[in-house]
T-cell receptor, first 113, second 115 residues
Framework: AQSVSQHNHHVILSEAASLELGCNYS??????LFWYVQYPGQHLQLLLK??????LVKGIKGFEAEFIKSKFSFNLRKPSVQWSDTAEYFC???????????FGRGTSLIVHP | DAGVIQSPRHEVTEMGQEVTLRCKPI?????LFWYRQTMMRGLELLIY????????DSGMPEDRFSAKMPNASFSTLKIQPSEPRDSAVYFC?????????????FGDGTRLSIL
């Protein structure tokens, strides 16, 4: 079964700091990869996705992620965070015949103004 | 686009009572997912429907939980009898099936508290 690891459970940054959140998965075949964001009290929203092509994917709000197949990783990055980026971030991997996404445990990001 | 609509937004009830959560997926989406989110376990998939048919219900905790999708525009998740450990936020999500490369669209969730 697919497993998804987000090693950073809690991240605290100051505004303008750079961000990188790790995501690793276990399945070695074809995968579709997603990052979702959940603002406090809200539902999950898509930040970006990868399923083929350029492994460097750009999403909304200045976020980007890089798919490194050899490392089974799909890390999320942002060069300069803002207070409004305070949220929970989830990595999800869809694979196998039904492509049911498996979610990581999430990373809580707090950005201090 | 109205998005995925869930009701109720909040539910507080006593243990032993029946709880019914409702979901209306986005029109045209043919897959529907029910998730449970808790601090301890994160986001857990409970059940997945494709074209109204349950495909994977391996995440349903036990017989107290049941889910139905009588048509393409409506699904329910029922807990009977409810227990305090069922307290969580329950999310419904839908997507268009297209080889798994389409993102899921989530509802606002139902915050369930069982006393």
């Amino acid at each position: 079964a697919q497993s998804v690891s987000q090693h950073n459970h809690h991240v605290i940054l100051s505004e303008a700091a750079s961000l990188e959140l790790g995501c690793n998965y276990s399945y070695g075949g074809t995968v579709n990869l997603f990052w979702y964001v959940q603002y406090p009290g809200q539902h999950l929203q898509l930040l970006l996705k990868y399923f083929s092509g350029d492994p460097l994917v750009k999403g909304i709000k200045g976020f980007e992620a890089e798919f490194i197949k050899s490392k089974f990783s799909f890390n999320l990055r942002k060069p300069s965070v803002q207070w409004s980026d305070t949220a929970e971030y989830f990595c999800a991997v869809a694979s196998g015949g039904s492509y049911i996404p498996t979610f990581g445990r999430g990373t809580s990001l707090i950005v201090h103004p | 686009d109205a998005g995925v609509i869930q009701s109720p937004r909040h539910e507080v009830t006593e243990m032993g009572q029946e709880v019914t959560l409702r979901c209306k997926p986005i029109s045209g989406h043919n897959s529907l997912f029910w998730y449970r989110q808790t601090m301890m376990r994160g986001l857990e998939l409970l059940i997945y429907f494709n074209n109204n048919v349950p495909i994977d219900d391996s995440g349903m905790p036990e017989d107290r939980f049941s889910a139905k999708m009588p048509n393409a525009s409506f699904s329910t998740l029922k807990i009977q009898p409810s227990e305090p450990r069922d307290s969580a936020v329950y999310f419904c999500a839908s997507r268009v099936e297209q080889g798994g490369n389409q993102p899921q669209h989530f509802g606002d969730g139902t915050r369930l508290s069982i006393l």
